[in-house]
């Protein structure tokens, strides 16, 4: 079946301006998540996405993040007045949920973000 | 809060040889699970393993095992016979069933690089 998807693959931006990046979980999985990457580093939450429950934003780095998801299907992840330390691979992953159980997450490929 | 650290930043070795990526984790959770994830050059993260804090017993999947020592709080990844289609960025995570997220915390990764 399909993975997990990202768009843009590839987005430089000024510093300053605002982007948005969107993710497509596998179909089914209940639970999505965004994590950043930066360079030579490992990942870092930033947000969880469970049903229609309210996220879990305890990752998310300055309130210049946010995300939003659809129900259980797409969501996009929106930085604000970008600067050059928001630079970094941000990945989406996706798994199904159940209580007291925590399944693996399947990742999608990334969107590498370049602030110039 | 939680921890994983992978001591080892980078391993070369020669096509053939054995090698085993450490990594140790910390939580004071009683129920958590532990992941090996690989990123190949491509970049997108591959999910190897899951592991329960019940299941103690070792794992071989093909040239991959894995060894889960509650005691030392570690969960070693071995490859045998290790091939040039071994090199990748190898990463342990961890995650925990308190709180409503069941996001990962990686550990910084280990770069394996396996030459012919």
């Known amino acids: 079946g399909a993975g997990v998807s990202q768009s843009p693959s590839n987005k430089v931006t000024e510093k300053g301006k605002d982007v948005e990046l969107r993710c497509d979980p596998i179909s089914g999985h209940t639970a999505l998540y965004w994590y950043r990457q930066r360079l030579g580093q490992g990942l870092e939450f930033l947000i969880y996405?469970?049903?229609?429950?309210?996220?879990?934003k305890s990752g998310l780095p300055s309130d210049r993040f946010s995300a939003e998801r659809t129900g259980e299907s797409v969501s996009t992840l929106t930085i604000q007045r970008t600067q050059q330390e928001d630079s970094a691979v941000y990945l989406c992953?996706?798994?199904?949920?159940?209580?007291?159980?925590?399944?693996?997450?399947?990742f999608g490929p990334g969107t590498r973000l370049t602030v110039t | 809060a939680q921890k994983v650290t992978q001591a080892q930043t980078e391993i070369s070795v020669v096509e053939k040889e054995d090698v085993t990526l450490d990594c140790v984790y910390e939580?004071?959770?009683?129920?958590?699970?532990l992941f090996w994830y690989k990123q190949p050059p491509s970049g997108e993260l591959v999910f190897l393993i899951r592991r329960n804090s019940f299941d103690e017993q070792n794992e071989i999947s093909g040239r991959y095992s894995w060894n889960f020592q509650k005691s030392t709080s570690s969960f070693n990844f071995t490859i045998t016979a290790s091939q040039v289609v071994d090199s990748a960025v190898y990463f342990c995570?961890?995650?925990?069933?308190?709180?409503?997220?069941?996001?990962?915390?990686f550990g910084s990764g280990t770069q394996l690089t396996v030459l012919p």
């Open positions: 996405f469970q049903g229609n429950s309210a996220p879990d």
């Open positions: 995570a961890l995650s925990v069933l308190s709180g409503s997220a069941r996001q990962l915390t």
């Open positions: 992953a996706s798994s199904f949920t159940l209580a007291g159980s925590s399944y693996e997450q399947y």
């Open positions: 939580t004071r959770d009683t129920t958590y699970y």
